[in-house]
């Protein structure tokens, strides 16, 4: 039986040799059965969560590059989003990835012409951002503009599935109240009501629900910017009689939001 010390002496050796950084480089000429050898024992170095695995990230930022490679590549994407995630169980090790942009650069994968690769980062992006939240709210409050941009242009894409994941993700950012702070700079964007808008009247009766939870957020909020104001007051009727008609087959939460957010509309003043 291994002692903890141990255990810390083989992982220091592990890390000498640089051993993460060439499973990574060597993953995709390996074979599938090797593969999952790596993944096993890539898993069992970020577990312990030692600070020592912590200072290797930090300090060997090609590791973060080729993990964030291999999500990209067919032959080792699933592989790689397995890795991705073990990563996000330690707040030390988001923090790096973050700040190496894999936030962005898995919205970039999100919209990849192959469906698995879209689907995993899809995946990997929420455990990133919802795991640690702390440490990923403080991230979007630094770089709003960076990450929401390019997010709110998969709300307005043509593909159904991509759409839909990326409606709920941002549903649940934005009714979390540890993103409380990003909330608020999200509404005060009229193009980003506008977006959410423009989904409650596409042709999908779930996207138009997942919508209702992100419009609902706009028509919640005490303190609206002007402009968005404007708009909302403009559309009041129109957006009542939508909103209103979305109501059938639902459970009696949405039925209370529903009611919540038409009262709303309704209170706005010029």
Known sequence: MYTDVDKAELLQGLLA????????????NLDFEVQK??????????????????????SHKQVLQLLLDGCGNAEVALHCHMMLCSCTLHSELVVCMLDAGFATELL???????????????????????T?????????????KEFFVPYNELLQTEDYVTKRQA??????ILLDRKYKKVMTMYVWEEQ??????????????AVQSDAFHVFKVFAAAPNKRSRVRQILLR???????????????????????????????WALEV
């Open 17 to 28: 040799l640089d051993l993460p950084a060439t499973m990574l480089a060597e993953l995709p």
């Open 37 to 58: 050898t790596i993944i096993r024992l890539f898993h069992k170095m970020v577990q312990v969560g030692a600070e020592a695995v912590f200072d290797y990230v930090r």
């Open 108 to 130: 970039k994968l999100a919209r990849h012409e192959s469906f698995d690769i879209s689907a995993d980062a899809f995946s990997s992006l929420r455990a990133l951002l919802l």
């Open 132 to 144: 640690h939240k702390r440490e990923a709210a403080a991230y979007l409050e630094a770089h709003f």
């Open 167 to 172: 409606l709920r993700l941002i549903g649940e």
């Open 192 to 205: 980003f009501l506008q977006v959410s808008m423009n989904l409650l009247r596409d042709n999908s009766k």
């Open 235 to 265: 559309n009041r009727q129109r957006l009542v009689k939508l909103v209103g008609s979305l109501g059938k087959g639902c459970d009696e939460t949405f039925l209370q939001d529903q009611s919540a957010v038409i009262a709303a509309l």
